[in-house]
């Protein structure tokens, strides 16, 4: 059974910089986009990016800026960045698998895994 | 804004039928994903590619989709249905992902 381990530091100061883990146990780390997505307390979801076991990355245009994934495929891991932090990033962080496909002619895509999550809170 | 549209929040009698849609120009080109989320935990995948159920989501859970619009359907709902609910799709460059802003679903 796939699972995704992730962890990090939970409680950082205004300016530093975000770093998160995640660890692909059980399964092939080849052939899925994996993604970072967080979730301010009592709001909604919000896509931060994604790379592939090849290296190749999309962030968040409103991240992107901040924002930096990378993968060691030899541990299949892949971790979060995000430089400058403020209060506004204070959020639940969680690593997911995301599944690009095409059905009945049509792109989809898809998060069938997610980490527990991490409260990532920025506090000075 | 999100460039896909939800409706904040939604009730249904338990045992009823309640379709929660998912707004946005992109949905005529690209598939929505569906997601349950309950307080405290992660999101679950319910739905893909419009009318597709991962291995152990209930029947009563299904999908459509029309012009702009994506719709999650739970056909007589139950109390343990009650979450929050996510649509997920492309933006409108087709180069990153976005979540709608979420529907709060109230069994009654």
């Known amino acids: 059974q796939v699972q995704l381990q992730q962890w990090g530091a939970g409680l950082l100061k205004p300016s530093e910089t975000l770093s998160l883990t995640c660890t692909v146990y059980g399964g092939s780390f080849s052939g899925y986009y994996w993604t970072w997505i967080r979730q301010p307390p009592g709001k909604g979801l919000e896509w931060i990016g994604e790379i592939n076991h090849g290296g190749s990355t999309t962030y968040s245009p409103s991240l992107k800026s901040r924002t930096s994934i990378s993968v060691d495929t030899s541990k299949n891991q892949f971790s979060l960045r995000l430089t400058s932090v403020t209060a506004a990033d204070t959020a639940v962080y969680s690593c997911?698998?995301?599944?690009?496909?095409?059905?009945?002619?049509?792109?989809?895509?898809?998060?069938?895994?997610w980490g527990r999550g991490t409260l990532v809170t920025v506090s000075s | 804004s999100s460039e896909l549209t939800q409706d904040p929040a939604v009730s249904v009698a338990l045992g009823q039928t309640v379709r929660i849609t998912c707004q946005g120009d992109?949905?005529?080109?690209?598939?929505a994903s569906w997601y349950q989320q309950k307080p405290g935990q992660a999101p679950l995948l319910i739905l893909y590619g419009k009318t597709n159920r991962p291995s152990g989501i209930p029947d009563r859970f299904s999908g459509s989709s029309s012009g702009n619009t994506a719709s999650l359907t739970i056909t007589g709902a139950q109390a343990e249905d009650e979450a929050d609910y996510y649509c997920n799709s492309r933006d409108s460059s087709g180069n990153h992902l976005v979540f709608g802003g979420g529907t709060k679903l109230t069994v009654l």
């Open positions: 992109t949905l005529r080109n690209y598939y």
């Open positions: 997911a698998r995301g599944v690009a496909t095409v059905l009945r002619g049509v792109p989809d895509w898809y998060f069938d895994l």
